[in-house]
């Protein structure tokens, strides 16, 4: 009889219905041929930790946290990641067989390896880069940019004050733009990166005028639905490069995936279309 205890990780969130994580990660378990489940797990903002608790005592390895909890999560943690304390919010949990809780963020390393995985040569050294948006995302953005050098980012927000703050905590390298300028800040920059829900299907356009972009500019955006967004259109008739933001969400997940169930998975064009097909 095999006595081997088979590993469990969830998704928790609230609400959690919608999220994909359990198709990535069920796809992987089936690929790797390995014995574990993950499971999406809705909690209430008053049964938060008690919920974390409860996973700890049923032997999961750990939890991916998604909305409202990525903030607070990180007050129930033992021991939290450089980047996850930089970005002061947390959407992968490990249960360490020492007992204590690991927060981590890694939505930064999966927007850096989405664009890496898609455009090879490209360097976030080579020029500034604009982000719209002073949200969640945009702070993991932020953080993942300036850890691979970018010499200067135009933060972009229609509220000003949120920018700025932003700014005055991730340091000098970031300059604020009002939003009736973004547009012809645009002829400055060799990365554009929408982190808001402008353009989603279901929400208000983006409205920001792409006609400074020069050619050649690395354009992309977190939103996936639609795959294909308006900004990533028009960017891309005018020459741009573009990547969409599905890319972003596969492979946040990889880092968790190998800490619960032990082997490093690839994100490839099969799992993308599994993810599609959803």
């Known amino acids: 009889m ?6 469990l990780a969830a998704v928790i969130g609230s609400p959690i219905a919608h999220s994909l994580s359990p198709r990535v990660h069920g796809y992987w ?11 999406p797990i809705e909690l209430s903002q008053d049964n938060l930790a008690y919920g974390i608790e409860a996973l700890i005592r049923l032997g999961f390895k750990g939890a991916n946290v998604t909305i409202p909890y990525k903030e607070a999560v990180v007050g129930l943690a033992d021991v939290i ?4 304390a930089l970005i002061g919010a947390a959407n992968t949990l490990t249960f360490r067989k020492d007992g204590r809780i690991q927060a981590d963020n890694t939505d930064g390393y999966g927007f850096i390896a989405n664009i890496k995985q898609h455009v090879p040569a490209w360097s976030a050294s080579t020029g500034p880069a604009m982000v719209i948006g002073a949200g969640g995302a945009s702070r993991a953005i932020l953080s993942s940019l300036l850890s691979e050098r970018v010499p200067e980012i135009y933060l ?3 509220t000003r004050s949120r920018a700025e703050m932003l700014a005055e905590h991730f340091g000098a390298r970031i300059k604020v733009v009002d939003w009736t300028k973004a547009g012809a800040a645009m002829a400055e920059v060799d990365m554009l990166v929408n982190t808001t829900s402008l353009g989603m299907t279901g929400q208000p356009p983006l409205n920001l005028p792409l006609a400074k972009l020069r050619k050649g500019t690395l354009v992309t955006d977190i939103v996936y639905t639609p795959l294909r967004t308006p ?19 596969l492979h946040q997940a990889v880092p968790g995936f190998e800490n619960w169930f032990g ?15 959803a």
């Open 29 to 39: 378990l089936k690929k790797y041929d390995l014995r574990g489940h993950y499971i």
């Open 2 to 7: 095999n006595t081997e205890s088979i590993p």
């Open 263 to 277: 082997i490093r998975p690839e994100v490839d064009e099969d799992l993308r279309q599994e993810v599609l097909n």
């Open 81 to 84: 990641t450089d980047r996850a």
């Open 156 to 158: 972009v927000n229609r």
């Open 231 to 249: 900004l990533l259109v028009e960017a891309g008739k005018m020459g741009c490069q573009t990547v969409d933001g599905l890319g972003m969400l």
